[in-house]
């Protein structure tokens, strides 16, 4: 397997070479390539990274307390939740006249299973 190491303008070297040994080819899924490429598009935002670690660190949360956290307009940070809910990472609930948010546990893992497959 290459190693890999990073220069300092962040382009990824290999110390070896990729074609040291053959190619076994993978599996092709898919239902499983679509959705992974779904959960990636909604995490392509880094305000959605941190959108979601700072749901991962709550219980739950409510849309002003994110946008309090964020240096962006509450409108922003409602069209970022929506990213993340329309891939199923997070779920929200109305809650009067508020919306609570909380991540999407059994997403989570299903994200985790298919980034570890590739």
Do not use: W
């Amino acid at each position: 397997m290459p190693r890999f190491r990073y220069s300092s303008n962040y382009e990824m070297k290999s110390s070896t070479s990729c074609c040291a040994s053959p190619v076994t080819p993978s599996r092709l899924d898919p239902e499983y390539d679509e959705r992974l490429a779904a959960f990636c598009k909604a995490l392509g935002h880094p305000y959605r990274v941190h959108i979601l670690r700072f749901l991962g660190a709550q219980e739950a949360c409510f849309a002003g307390e994110i946008a309090d956290h964020l240096p962006l307009a509450a409108s922003t940070v409602s069209q970022h939740l929506k990213q993340l809910r329309d891939a199923g990472l997070i779920q929200g609930e109305v809650n009067g006249p508020r919306r609570c948010y909380c991540i999407a546990p059994e997403a989570l893992e299903h994200l985790k299973r298919l980034v570890g497959s590739l």
